[in-house]
């Protein structure tokens, strides 16, 4: 195995000095290497000390880097640039001047030794350790559990930023300036649009029936639509064996429908919306859920798409999870409906989908605020379907994320707004577009909601830039 990675490194270096790869897959690849074998805080060992004042591009940058104040190497070109503590030391040179520059360092997880270049760090770990993949592990409780330090209220869809947009006047003329800074009328744009609405149109034409639905948020009370939640349920009840075998028959049902992850858990009130706000019609109400389950799915989105961010195809990427998220959602409801059973089709509507996502061990908490997957990372869009059907729930999963993110900075660089938290997990929120109660990383969303208008489609920097949403392992070895 270890000759056929590094005949795999040799290749993909020999393509990138052709000018066949780009230095962003090339970085990419050659990161998923390092991930895959076993090095998950490789990227994060040398975790910023702070940012940089220097202009660059987010998507341009490596994960992990220090700061020196003067040049990148004393006099006799073996000075490290940082201490042991990678704090960042200053190398001093005679007669240097001064001058703010970052330089990257690389460290191996596995053994802690420092690299100056990316190549020398794969040749190491190609040569020294052995392929590994990251372990899995069963937890009784999810990760988020230890850091629920107050009184975690129920959450009002009315404060969710896209929410803010019809009633907070405040917000609203942040939105309206942000707005006036998006490009106009160029060709490129008027594709990119085309694009996303194509990708968007079965969500936007059958999601709801509502003339005003344009897609992306779910149910819309009493317009139908493959949100409805009206469908009967047959009369004639299909006796369950036991909860258990159901539960698999569900998975492997969801999966034929298309979804790539699934998992099932116990509806933690907690994560119901204590109100509902519809965007399209206005309403605004109380919300109960009066089912037990919750079936959770991941839909995987184009990696291509998302690499592409913050362009319109990583737009369109998003937007076409968002189409198969609606016929996901709406097949299964159905396939439990005609057991005789109720069941409502969910998106992004009436419980927070990462809380109950990584309740039925679909992943954890990461720190650009989404849920990461073994599988993606945060490359994946969820939805749900909320029933009674009886079933066994998964537990939740373990596969060492909370660690890994406190020393990862990869989706904050990124971040043009800088809406993601680059210090440590805090109790403060950032707007009332924040939960109460949770000792967490908050992301500004309020600072990047205005980002997706001044861009004139939205972003997905922070999904791009995390090393967990790199092509799956075996991608790699197709180089």
């Given at each position: 195995m270890d000759e056929i990675i590094k005949n795999r490194l040799e290749e993909l270096e020999k393509r990138f000095n052709r000018g066949q790869v780009s230095r962003r897959d090339f970085l990419r690849s050659a990161s998923l290497l390092s991930l895959a074998l076993g090095?998950?805080?490789?990227?994060?060992?040398?975790?910023?000390?702070?940012?940089?004042?220097?202009e660059f591009d987010p998507m341009e940058t490596i994960y992990s880097y220090q700061y020196t104040t003067t040049t990148?190497?004393?006099?006799?070109k073996k000075t490290p640039i940082s201490d042991a503590s990678g704090a960042g030391a200053v190398d001093e040179i005679a007669g240097s001047a001064s001058i703010k520059r970052r330089y990257p360092t690389w460290y191996c997880g596995c053994c802690g030794q420092q690299f100056r270049t990316l190549a020398e760090l794969k040749k190491h770990t190609a040569a020294e350790h052995a392929w590994r993949l990251p372990e899995i592990q069963r937890v009784s409780q999810p990760t988020y559990s230890k850091y629920l330090v107050g009184n975690v209220q129920r959450f009002d869809e009315k404060n969710t930023v896209f929410s803010r947009t019809a009633w907070d006047e405040a917000y609203q003329q942040q939105v309206q300036e942000a707005t006036a800074k998006a490009p106009?009328?160029?060709?490129?744009?008027?594709?990119?649009?085309?694009?996303?609405?194509?990708?968007?149109?079965?969500?936007?034409?059958?999601?709801?029936?509502?003339?005003?639905y344009y897609g992306y948020f779910g149910h819309v009370k009493d317009v139908g639509g493959l949100y409805n939640w009206d469908d009967p349920v047959s009369p004639t009840q299909f006796p369950v064996p036991n909860p258990q075998w159901m539960a698999e028959r569900v998975k492997e049902v969801a999966r034929f429908y298309g979804a790539d992850l699934v998992g099932i858990c116990e509806i933690d009130d907690h994560w119901v919306y204590s109100n509902y706000f519809e965007l399209v019609t206005g309403k605004y109400g109380k919300l109960e859920i009066p089912y037990k389950y919750a079936i959770v799915m991941g839909i995987e989105m184009d990696s291509k798409g998302i690499n592409a961010s913050p362009r319109p195809e990583a737009s369109a990427a998003t937007a076409l999870a968002y189409?198969?998220?609606?016929?996901?959602?709406?097949?299964?409801?159905?396939?439990?409906?005609?057991?005789?059973?109720p069941a409502i089709p969910c998106g992004n509507d009436s419980a927070q989908s990462i809380p109950l996502a990584i309740d039925a061990g679909l992943g954890e908490l990461g720190r650009n605020g989404l849920m990461l997957s073994p599988e993606f990372g945060p490359r994946q869009r969820i939805c749900k379907v909320l029933t009674d059907l009886p079933l066994q729930t998964d537990q939740p999963i373990?596969?060492?994320?909370?660690?890994?993110?406190?020393?990862?900075?990869?989706?904050?660089?990124?971040?043009?707004?800088?809406?993601?938290?680059?210090e440590d997990r805090t109790t403060e929120r950032t707007s009332i577009s924040n939960r109460q109660g949770i000792l967490r990383w908050p992301v500004n969303v309020s600072n990047c909601y205005l980002f997706w208008r001044e861009n004139g489609t939205d972003c997905a920097n922070c999904i791009a830039a995390c090393p967990w949403a790199l092509h799956s392992q075996r991608d790699w070895l197709e180089l």
């Open positions: 090095a998950g805080e490789l990227f994060s060992a040398c975790a910023p000390t702070e940012k940089s004042p220097l990148p190497y004393a006099g006799d106009q009328g160029d060709w490129e744009t008027f594709e990119g649009n085309a694009l996303v609405a194509g990708a968007i149109y079965v969500d936007a034409t059958a999601g709801s029936l509502h003339p005003n189409s198969q998220m609606s016929e996901l959602s709406a097949s299964l409801a159905k396939y439990i409906r005609a057991l005789g059973y373990d596969f060492g994320l909370q660690t890994f993110c406190e020393t990862c900075h990869a989706c904050a660089a990124a971040c043009p707004k800088d809406a993601i938290r680059w």
